[in-house]
């Protein structure tokens, strides 16, 4: 089982509202990443990091910001949430020279209606 | 384009049987592949990873098969169990990509009924 965690694992918020998904692994993993998954659907990186004060966007186009002041914190933040951010998201990490060997949080699903 | 293809979509087997799950994938330059399995709710274990030069590898009852000629794997799931329903999922490493870019399959959904 990876030391990798997410609060809050189930979210339900109206539209409009400021909310920060916590992502916090204790393995002392350089890269952390973010993944967002829709049922049926493959992951889709949207953010991830290489260490402190890193940060960069994924593939998919997000809303979202990221930061990374400590190396074992990633929080992402949806400033005004709409109902298109409804979705499954899926905190990530791996040490350094294996980024093939990624490491998933629960995840946080989140409704916003 | 999605460059991990995985079938059957979904699956549905009896508690007991056997079931092969399949992924082709186009990800040049190939570094290694890995089986996941996610269950409901939950993020994404790893169960088998596999390099170019691997054809097959077992973990308990999954055994993973890879053909890097024709670009295709398969995971065998063995005497199926009830906790073996989640989705499976195909995850291709490029290794050409200065991140180091993983590649994911949409899933094959398995179901085992009692």
């Known amino acids: 089982e990876a030391d990798i965690y997410q609060t809050p694992r189930y979210l339900v918020i109206g539209t409009g509202k400021k909310i920060t998904l916590e992502c916090s692994q204790t393995?002392?993993?350089?890269?952390m990443y973010w993944y967002q998954q829709d049922p049926g659907m493959e992951l889709h990186l949207i953010h991830y990091?290489?260490?402190?004060?890193?940060?960069e966007k994924g593939d998919l186009s997000s809303e979202s910001t990221v930061s990374r002041i400590r190396t074992e914190h990633f929080p992402l933040t949806l400033e005004s949430a709409r109902p298109s951010h409804t979705s499954q998201y899926l905190c990530?990490?791996?040490?350094?020279?294996?980024?093939?060997?990624?490491?998933f949080g629960p995840g946080t699903r989140l409704t916003v209606t | 384009k999605n460059q991990v293809e995985q079938s059957p979509q979904s699956l549905i087997i009896l508690e007991g049987k056997n079931c092969t799950l399949q992924?082709?994938?186009?990800?040049?330059?190939?570094?290694?592949l890995r089986w996941y399995k996610q269950d409901t709710g939950r993020g994404p274990v790893s169960l088998t990873i596999m390099t170019f030069s691997e054809n097959t590898k077992s973990n308990g009852r999954y055994t993973a098969t890879l053909d890097a000629d024709t670009k295709q794997s398969s995971l065998h799931i063995t005497a199926s169990q009830l906790s073996d329903s989640a989705s499976y999922i195909c995850v291709v490493f490029d290794r050409g990509s200065t991140l180091g870019r993983l590649y994911f399959g949409r899933g094959t959904q398995l179901t085992v009924w009692p």
């Open positions: 990091s290489y260490g402190v004060n890193s940060t």
């Open positions: 992924c082709n994938y186009t990800v040049s330059p190939f570094s290694n």
């Open positions: 990530a990490s791996s040490e350094e020279g294996r980024p093939y060997e990624q490491y």
């Open positions: 393995m002392g993993h350089d890269k």
